[in-house]
């Protein structure tokens, strides 16, 4: 008789084998599809008595060894057609429970089921993939058309936008070429005379570079200590700070941006004495003004406005305090 049987008698609202299926190791349960067999079977295949078998399945059941999913109650009928109790268990309650089931056979028997539930399972899958083979296309209804409809729609009007936001940025990027070029062309001149400045040979002082290069001399002053090329340190005369020059730092001399001029200069005290104090004028030289006229057309090239004293100070003074944070952390 066939290995492979399903399960197609209800009576009495269980689900019922008949006798000629009592020889089916596995099948397919009606309703779910699932692959099952059952007690009788494992105890035919193991030579055991129906109801020791019964009674080791109660047990597992009990202690939760199978769970909810793993098996069902149902029934078969005897040889004499009478309803008699047993329990159907899936694929994996039926491996769970076959190593505590024993019996005369139990080895073979154990082989036998799982070789039964591998060749189900492939039967399955095999007419599973032939009627998906064998259904005719489906045609999308009036409603899937429409979504189509509307999907195909969306996927074109974004495809528009991506076109238009390309023309918008390539019309944006052609007016920005013709702007630099318009400022190209505005400061040319200014380098040209730059370029011929930086060709004499001597430096200025801190005034007259701010009006070579158009600002404030305090503006100049504050710009350069912002940029690290000067700072300020102060004189002591008689245990009184009289005064507090600017110093140009070690790196910006090295560069050659900045020269020191020492000097003396006469100051007079409360009590009305002179005192002749030490000067230190730092002076800029033509390699630092070129530097300077520099980063000046690069903070005007977009029409921007100089940052003001305050802007300066305030850099200044973040300038510091990180620094100061940093020693500290270290």
């Known amino acids: 008789m066939n290995q492979i049987q399903t399960v197609?008698?209800?009576?009495?609202?269980?689900?019922?084998?008949?006798?000629?299926?009592?020889?089916?190791?596995?099948?397919?349960r009606e309703g779910d599809?699932?692959?099952?067999?059952?007690?009788?079977?494992?105890?035919?295949?193991?030579?055991?008595?129906?109801?020791?078998?019964?009674e080791r399945l109660r047990s597992l059941i009990s202690d939760g060894t199978l769970g909810l999913l793993d098996f069902k109650e149902t029934s078969y009928l005897d040889q004499w057609n009478r309803s008699q109790p047993t329990i159907e268990l899936t694929e994996r309650g039926a491996l769970i429970a076959m190593?505590?089931?024993?019996?005369?056979?139990?080895?073979?028997?154990?082989?036998?089921?799982?070789?039964?539930?591998?060749t189900m399972r492939e039967r399955v899958r095999t007419l599973e993939d032939e009627k998906i083979a064998a259904a005719p296309a489906k045609l999308p209804n009036a409603k899937e058309l429409a979504m189509l409809v509307i999907a195909e729609s969306d996927r074109a009007d974004r495809a528009e936008e991506r076109a238009s936001d390309e023309e918008r940025r390539a019309v944006r990027a052609e007016a920005r070429v013709h702007l630099l070029s318009d400022k190209v062309d505005e400061l040319l001149p200014a380098a040209h005379a730059l370029d011929e400045l930086v060709a004499k040979p001597a430096s200025e002082c801190g005034t007259d570079a701010a009006k070579t290069l158009g600002v404030s001399p305090k503006w100049l002053f504050l710009y350069m200590q912002s940029i690290e090329w000067i700072y300020k340190r102060g004189v002591r005369s008689g245990g009184q700070a009289v005064s507090i020059p600017w110093t140009m730092t070690d790196e910006a001399w090295k560069q050659g941006y900045v020269e020191r001029n020492v000097g003396h200069r006469e100051a007079r005290k409360p009590n009305g004495s002179v005192v002749f104090l030490p000067t230190n004028t730092v002076y800029v030289t033509r390699e630092g003004l070129k530097e300077l006229a520099k980063r000046i057309a690069m903070m005007r090239a977009d029409g921007k406005e100089l940052p003001t004293t305050?802007?300066?100070?305030?850099l200044h003074l973040n300038r510091v305090d990180a620094q100061k944070k940093a020693k500290r952390t270290k």
């Open 8 to 28: 197609a008698n209800v009576r009495n609202g269980l689900d019922v084998m008949t006798p000629m299926m009592v020889d089916a190791l596995c099948r397919v």
């Open 33 to 54: 599809g699932k692959i099952v067999t059952d007690a009788v079977v494992i105890s035919r295949e193991f030579e055991r008595r129906h109801d020791n078998v019964m």
């Open 99 to 118: 190593p505590f089931i024993g019996g005369k056979k139990s080895r073979a028997g154990q082989v036998r089921l799982v070789d039964a539930f591998t």
């Open 310 to 314: 305050l802007e300066l100070i305030q």
